[in-house]
């Protein structure tokens, strides 16, 4: 079956977004928090709370991108 839908992100900028937001980011926000309470980092948590964030930011404009899509017509 055929997609017929008109999505507001290109589908190179959906899996660039969805990697880093459901992949990269996450994991490096465990890595700073792993590794800056081994060396002591005192901003390390509020770090890792900012990048979770703005995985979560945008995971939310993936999810906007596929349930906003728009049918074409042939």
Not at 15 to 27: I, Q, R, T
Not at 33 to 38: E, L, P, Q, Y
Not at 44 to 53: C, E, F, H, L, V
């Amino acid at each position: 079956m055929e997609d017929n839908k008109i999505y507001f992100l290109s589908d190179s900028a959906y899996d660039v977004m969805k990697w880093l937001a459901a992949l990269f980011l996450p994991a490096l926000a465990v890595f700073i928090t792993s590794v800056g309470a081994a060396v002591g980092w005192q901003d390390a948590p509020t770090i890792a709370t900012i990048i979770t964030a703005i995985a979560a930011f945008l995971g939310a404009l993936c999810g906007v991108s596929t349930l906003t899509a728009k049918t074409q017509e042939s």
